[in-house]
């Protein structure tokens, strides 16, 4: 709760007003910057994050057949089979300040087919922004082996999803038989204890389905019971709801068409079904290569990740995963690529003659296209968080012992970031390094993983 001050007791305890700090020096570090090998897999991802900020009940994203709905444009006949994901981000704020009725967000399936459907839950968590998973200030490194190291929903989901977790509310299989629909999520995001009114819920599965299911994501409010307290939603009513509703309001800004390359750059927010669940590359020196060679001492070289139009940083490559339907209102890629898992390899190689330290770090520079110079960083960087998240590091320590990590970094616009690990290779030695994380649905692309070889001192 806010607390406010009368103006004179405000003015005994700031007599003086506080000097603005001084803007961030800018620090520019010449280094290759490589487009990432490899690319994103083909598995499809249910996204539904559009509209971020939910007023109205109604329609986030459907991908049943459009046949015998009142609302023929919201539903993009798109059936899933096999492995596929789910990615699911929405925000509640009451229409108006007393209507503090609790919104739900439920994901109905649909079997088309005249057999049963079994959709396997391999791993699967949601939370709310309040109380699960509250935003918080937290150090910039912060070593997470139990899990329990993070803030905000879309971090916390990331970080059990990694872990290849299943949350206890979601059972391990769903069945739903022939031409009829089950509900696979219908959870709850209150707002009517909060001061203000504002929560929000992260979701993301990992699924599989033996046969061809339709899904969709809804939003509804409460339902009362005769002693006017609140009830979940029933499947029929959610069924209604699919096959009358529109479309949920209010509708967030229109991207910028991918073909237009002047002016301002409007991203904006998914929903639809991207394509690629899964960036899995092994970092060499070329096609074909085995190794990996380490910069020479002083020198570094980085890896693009999460790259978007316009922020390339002069790889020329864009990773931000294809839409393969979309509603015309919402993003046309998946920029971000949030919920994606980037499991990366570096077989690391000293062939110089001397020993060397290296070091492994992800960063946050400063968005370019082109580089100018070089990665640029602010130092000291400014508030506004850039990434919020867990990474899992598995490799051969100095002492011959394999080791798996996981480390919480939380990185800000501009912020070179702590290493990963710190490795003493000794002359012609390999070392396997394997780096893996989910990226997180709170985060600002881009970043870049880096390896540096520090300089000899004396």
């Known amino acids: 709760m806010l607390t406010f001050l009368p103006l ?61 709905k009142s609302t023929s444009a919201a539903h993009l006949n798109f059936p899933f089979q096999g492995r596929f994901d789910v990615f699911a981000h929405h925000i509640a704020k009451p229409p108006t300040p007393e209507d503090l009725r609790t919104l739900y967000l439920g994901i109905i399936v649909h079997n088309p087919g005249k057999q049963p459907v079994t959709v396997d839950i391999l791993q699967a968590a949601s939370y709310l922004s309040q109380p ?17 190291v993070y803030a905000g929903p879309g971090d916390r989901v990331s970080n059990d999803i990694l872990r290849e977790q299943r949350q206890a509310d979601f059972p ?7 031409g009829e629909s089950r509900m696979l999520m219908n959870h709850p995001i209150p707002v009517k204890t909060l001061t203000p009114p504002l929560n929000g819920r992260s979701t993301l599965m990992r ?30 009513e959610w069924q209604r ?12 800004r229109v991207p910028t068409p991918p073909e237009a390359n002047k002016g301002q750059l409007i991203y904006g927010r998914v929903a639809g079904v991207a394509q690629g669940s899964q960036w899995k590359a092994r970092l060499v020196e070329r096609p074909g290569a085995v190794n990996l060679s380490i910069p020479q001492p002083g020198k570094a070289f980085s890896y693009s990740l999460s790259t978007v139009p316009r922020g390339t940083l ?9 839409m393969l339907v979309r509603y015309p209102d919402t993003a046309y890629m998946a920029h971000g690529n949030y919920g994606v898992q980037y499991s990366l390899t570096l077989p690391l190689m000293n062939d110089t003659n001397d020993r060397q330290t290296v070091t492994l770090a992800i960063q946050t520079p400063i968005k370019q ?45 501009g912020q070179q970031g702590e290493p990963l690990i710190t490795l003493k290779m000794l002359p012609g030695d390999r070392r396997l390094v394997k780096v893996d994380f989910i990226y997180p649905p709170d985060a600002t692309p881009p970043q870049v993983l880096t390896v540096r070889t520090l300089e000899k001192t004396s």
């Open 369 to 413: 296209d082109r580089l100018q110079g070089g990665l640029r960083f602010l130092e000291p960087p400014p508030q506004q968080v850039f990434f919020r998240g867990t990474v899992q590091i598995q490799y051969t320590d100095d002492q011959g012992l394999p080791q798996i990590r996981y480390v919480h970094l939380v990185q800000r616009r």
């Open 172 to 178: 391990p299989q769903l069945t739903i038989p022939p």
């Open 241 to 252: 709801l699919l096959n009358s509703g529109n479309l949920a309001q209010p509708r967030d």
């Open 8 to 68: 004179f007791l405000l003015a005994q305890t700031n007599p003086i007003p506080t000097p603005a700090p001084p803007p961030p020096l800018e620090v520019v570090q010449p280094q290759e910057v490589r487009p990432l090998p490899g690319k994103l897999d083909d598995v499809p991802v249910f996204n539904s994050n559009s509209p971020e900020l939910v007023q109205t009940e109604g329609i986030l994203l459907s991908t049943f057949p459009p046949s015998k």
């Open 207 to 236: 699924l599989r389905s033996n046969a061809k299911v339709y899904m969709a994501s809804l939003a509804m409010y409460a339902r009362q019971n005769p002693n006017k307290s609140e009830r979940t939603p029933t499947l029929e």
């Open 314 to 322: 002069g790889t020329e490559r864009v990773q931000s995963a294809p």
């Open 132 to 148: 699960d998973a509250p935003f918080m200030p937290m150090a910039s490194y912060i070593e997470n082996p139990l899990g329990t």
